[in-house]
């Protein structure tokens, strides 16, 4: 597609509750980034992907976090037993292989538990 | 990846150039510096960046001073549209390129 995009745009999900953040990548982007940003703050890295692979993961913020990619371009943020810490804002970005040129977002999924 | 450190706000006169610094004295000699901003509402939108020699594109100059110890980004004619929160990162362009943000710069342009 011509950008990045993510659904849904809103969520709203009661404390406990497991949720799903889907993002649809530029079309022949082999990395893909998810962050996470709270009110008033920059976006905060959460993981990226090469391919289907994690390639880095360290700032999940604990185990509820996962996320996939199996074919490649799709992924999927998951968050188990969601709490009202995880309010936020989620983004996606992807990026060609070489990624000099900086990463196209999409417009986030605003995640409030409540 | 290097710590920077912006104003956290700016006003500038619609027309004017937007004149943003970023200090980040603790650079690497091969991390870039990176511009991104951010539309209320929408996710981060790449700017420009560079690594030693000033850049130029349709939507903003890089300066970067000699010592690479601190750079500006200037919008040479700042519209109501780029009013926004700007930020300053740096980064090896190599392995994850993932970005470490901070609060950066919100810029208000003023009619």
């Known amino acids: 597609g011509a950008g990045v995009s993510q659904t849904p745009s809103n969520k709203v999900t009661e404390k406990g509750k497991y949720v799903e953040l889907r993002c649809d990548p530029i079309s022949g982007h082999t990395a893909l980034y998810w962050y996470r940003q709270s009110l008033g703050q920059g976006p905060e890295f959460l993981i990226y992907?090469?391919?289907?692979?994690?390639?880095?993961d360290s700032g999940l913020p604990n185990d509820r976090f996962f996320a996939v990619r199996p074919e490649g371009s799709v992924s999927t943020l998951k968050i188990q037993r969601t709490e009202r810490g995880d309010s936020a804002v989620y983004l996606c970005?992807?990026?060609?292989?070489?990624?000099?040129?900086?990463?196209?977002f999409g417009s986030g999924t605003r995640l409030t538990v409540v | 990846d290097a710590k920077t450190t912006q104003p956290p706000s700016m006003d500038c006169a619609e027309g004017r150039a937007a004149n943003l610094p970023c200090n980040h004295s603790?650079?690497?000699?091969?991390?870039?510096v990176y511009w991104y901003r951010q539309i209320h509402s929408q996710g981060p939108q790449y700017i420009i960046h560079g690594l030693k020699n000033n850049e130029t594109n349709e939507m903003a100059s890089l300066i970067i001073t000699e010592d690479r110890k601190s750079s500006t980004l200037i919008l040479p004619h700042a519209t109501l549209r780029d009013t926004a929160v700007y930020y300053c990162?740096?980064?090896?362009?190599?392995?994850?390129?993932?970005?470490?943000f901070g609060t950066g710069t919100r810029l208000k342009v003023l009619a």
């Open positions: 992907f090469q391919g289907t692979g994690a390639a880095d």
């Open positions: 990162i740096v980064r090896v362009p190599s392995g994850t390129y993932k970005y470490i």
């Open positions: 970005a992807s990026s060609s292989n070489s990624a000099e040129r900086g990463y196209t």
């Open positions: 603790t650079i690497s000699g091969n991390e870039y």
